[in-house]
T-cell receptor, first 114, second 110 residues
């Protein structure tokens, strides 16, 4: 069974559109994240979220918003897409308090904005 | 979070031991050192974590000197499938906003 899954794997869309990327984890973890990996391969945290708290990286535009219908899901909504949003987006999850810093990553969603 | 510095790239040959060093001069008392591996078109995968001295698992060893201002990831007898980007991260257990640096691109040649 896949621990952290994302859909779609590839997403091609035009500037100005609104799109969503879905993420699900079956690990029972309390915390989920979204990361952005740009063309230079730098991996940057966007959001950290659990049942109690949303932590937002201050550099993330407010066009990006995480939505969590339940503990196992954290979807990423992006409004008014821009060319610079093209990147690979990774979802991840972890269980705080386990004594490790281990995060489990999904396979990524490659977003291309034309 | 403490900033980390790693070599941009390294080359090795199959069967060799590879050591990747990471500098983290401003590591805090509560910080742990964690290494991730990322293959092309995949998400990062946890390799190993440590606080001091030496940690070993089935994949790698992590050496941390007494001053903890650096750490070395050791991959024994690498194979072609170890070709990947390796990231060093430093932070607290409780902290969950991971900051990945540029990583080290390891190329293993036949």
């Amino acid at each position: 069974d896949t621990a952290v899954s994302q859909t779609p794997k590839y997403l091609v869309t035009q500037m100005g559109n609104d799109k969503s990327i879905k993420c699900e984890q079956n690990l029972g973890h309390d915390t989920m994240y979204w990361y952005k990996q740009d063309s230079k391969k730098f991996l940057k945290i966007m959001f950290s979220y659990n049942n109690k708290e949303l932590i937002i990286n201050e550099t993330v535009p407010n066009r990006f918003s995480p939505k969590s219908p339940d503990k196992a899901h954290l979807n990423l909504h992006i409004n008014s897409l821009e060319l610079g949003d093209s990147a690979v987006y990774f979802c991840a999850s972890s269980q705080p308090g386990t004594g490790t810093y281990e995060q489990y990553f999904g396979p990524g969603t490659r977003l291309t904005v034309t | 979070l403490a900033k980390t510095t790693q070599p941009i790239s390294m080359d090795s040959y199959e069967g060799q031991e590879v050591n990747i060093t990471c500098s983290h001069n401003n590591i805090a008392t509560n910080d742990y050192i964690t290494w991730y591996q990322q293959f092309p078109s995949q998400g990062p995968r946890f390799i190993i974590q440590g606080y001091k001295t030496k940690v070993t698992n089935e994949v790698a060893s992590l050496f941390i000197p007494a001053d903890r201002k650096s750490s070395t990831l050791s991959l024994p007898r690498v194979s072609l499938s170890d070709t990947a980007v390796y990231y060093c991260l430093v932070g607290e257990h409780a902290g969950n906003m991971l900051t990945f640096g540029g990583g080290t691109r390891l190329m293993v040649k036949p």
